[in-house]
């Protein structure tokens, strides 16, 4: 292609058309990727098309747009992949299932039977009434709104940046995302990620450990939140290379590793006592619901203000959450590990 330095969003529209006609209720996208050659030449416009019964004959268009600097001839090349969407989502969930599956046997085999772990024997009591006895317990343990805003407010920058990340790095570069494939963000969360997920989360359990979960407290905090400054790097410079990409998910999720440890073993910490298990089990619920009201509107959030001010807003959203931290009160031993004698 040869681009003109006089011309101002010099462009080049290259029609695709599908060679046969897709199965009826089945819709084929077409994903259009930069492979190689001079990064002058990008794609502006057709990055995801998707075919129907309704479109299949006709051509779509993919806008290619130079850098208007340049003045000789140059070249790149641009990958497309397709598949059956439908049926690659159908096989994914049921692999998910086949392995909660296995790991429940899994579990029900390897998980140790502590004889604090039995039956009680609540004679005549109601069922009903001794869900609601032990449902009441727990709001009456002391400084419960202190609980209640951890168990909320702790993760609020997490919750809604969850949600947006996966549409971010898909999102066209002109819509302010990053342009990957559904294949590069499985690569990023579900190989990379995973991995510093882990690696953080064993840190975090190791530290604990070491000096307790009081002392780590606020590091782990600033950890959960500090590292979303990757995703407001990234909103802002819209890096292409893939490894910065990988670097900075990485970094938050490792971070996120460490930092969410302090949330276990808080709210291991308030559900000792009678009815542990229980108290757990509502501790666990309201740590979901901390996830899901910010979730609920962070997408309608994103689009009102885009991507880059959405991920500063995510950075503020760690005042609310060291909030409740200056009030929580834990012995400063707790979470240490004891030596065996």
């Excluded at 994103?302 to 991507?307: C, K, L, S, T, V």
Aim: glycine share 10%.
């Amino acid at each position: 292609m040869l681009a003109n330095n006089t011309a101002v969003g010099n462009v080049a529209v290259v029609a695709v058309k599908l060679n046969g006609q897709p199965e009826a209720g089945k819709e084929m996208i077409l994903n259009m990727k930069w492979q190689g050659g001079d990064k002058s030449l990008q794609i502006l416009e057709g990055e995801r098309l998707a075919f129907t019964l309704k479109n299949w004959n006709q051509p779509a268009y993919i806008l290619i747009q130079a850098d208007p600097k340049l003045t000789n001839a140059t070249e790149a090349s641009f990958k497309g992949t397709s598949g059956n969407i439908h049926l690659a989502w159908s096989i994914t969930f049921v692999l998910l299932a086949c392995m909660f599956v296995l790991l429940s046997f899994y579990h029900r085999l390897i998980l140790p039977h502590p004889p604090s772990d039995r039956n009680h024997n609540e004679g005549h009591e109601n069922l009903l009434n001794a869900f609601f006895k032990t449902l009441f317990s727990f709001f009456q343990k002391k400084e419960i709104w202190v609980i209640l805003s951890f168990l909320m407010f702790y993760r609020l920058g997490e919750a809604q940046l969850v949600k947006m990340a996966s549409p971010f790095m898909l999102d066209p570069r002109q819509l302010g995302g990053l342009g990957l494939t559904t294949g590069d963000v499985g690569l990023i969360y579900g190989t990379f990620g995973i991995l510093a997920l882990t690696a953080g989360g064993i840190l975090g359990g190791l530290a604990a450990a070491k000096k307790g979960f009081k002392y780590w407290l606020w590091w782990m905090v600033l950890a959960i939140n500090i590292p979303h400054l990757a995703y407001v790097y990234m909103a802002f410079a819209q890096p292409t290379n893939y490894l910065i990409i990988c670097l900075c998910a990485a970094i938050e999720q490792f971070s996120y590793g460490f930092g969410f440890t302090a949330y276990m073993l808080y709210m291991i910490y308030i559900s000792e006592g009678q009815n542990k298990t229980a108290h757990f089990a509502i501790a666990t619920g309201f740590m979901a619901l901390g996830m899901m009201i910010p979730g609920m509107f962070s997408g309608w959030l994103q689009e009102i203000i885009g991507y880059k001010y959405f991920f500063v807003w995510v950075m503020l959203c760690m005042v609310p959450a060291m909030i409740p931290i200056l009030f929580v009160k834990v012995k400063s031993e707790f979470g240490i590990k004891k030596k065996e004698v």
